[in-house]
């Protein structure tokens, strides 16, 4: 799919303040730093679209950003970062498992994994609750670029032996992604682009 325009539309943190025209839309969510705007910014071909820093945190509100006139792509905040004090990533939690409750145009969300690490207990822990909750889901492993080529399947290999001991009876559909290599964005773009013309 070609993307041919990509404008940001709005941030906030109501779920009910979202955009309301009902067009389908794609999440991208995982731990704080995991890449997620650096994912949209490679997907849509734009170097600023979605705010990126090397410092975790950067990604506060629910961000909506409209491609082609037709569908959405929503950067979330991360979960799981440790030096946001205690209320704020109560307030984030909640909005953001508002947003996966209630968000009825929500036709798949993307969960960011850091390929170079093992499997972290927060990020199988939210599958499960998105298992649990019914939201449709892919896994995104990123920053592909970091680890040598021939290490990719042996790391991902070992991320499904974690998740299948984790209750799944399969690992999920799953991209590799590096956002410096925008390697695996045409992968991603068909996968949306099918689910769109359905
Ligand atoms: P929060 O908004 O803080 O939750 O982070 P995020 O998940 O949106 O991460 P962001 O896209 O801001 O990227 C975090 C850092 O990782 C930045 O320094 C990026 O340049 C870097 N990064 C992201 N993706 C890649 C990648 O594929 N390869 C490499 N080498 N670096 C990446
Ligand atoms: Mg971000």
Redesign the pocket.
Known sequence: MKINTAEFIISNSEVSKCPKDPLPEYA?I?????????????LTNHKNL???????????LINHFKINSNWFLV????YG?AKVSKRTKEIFQKFITDYFEKREQLVCAFV?IDIRLEAQKIDLEFINYLGVTEVPFCIVF?????IGKTKIDSHISAYKKQVLANGWEEMPQHFV?????A?GKESILTFIDDINQQ
Do not use: C, H, W
């Open positions: 991208f995982g731990r704080s730093n995991v890449g997620k705007s650096s994912l949209i910014n490679m979605a705010k990126t820093s090397s410092k975790p945190g950067k990604t506060q950067d979330l905040p991360g970062y960011l990123t920053k592909a670029d970091k992604t590096s956002s410096t290599e390697l």
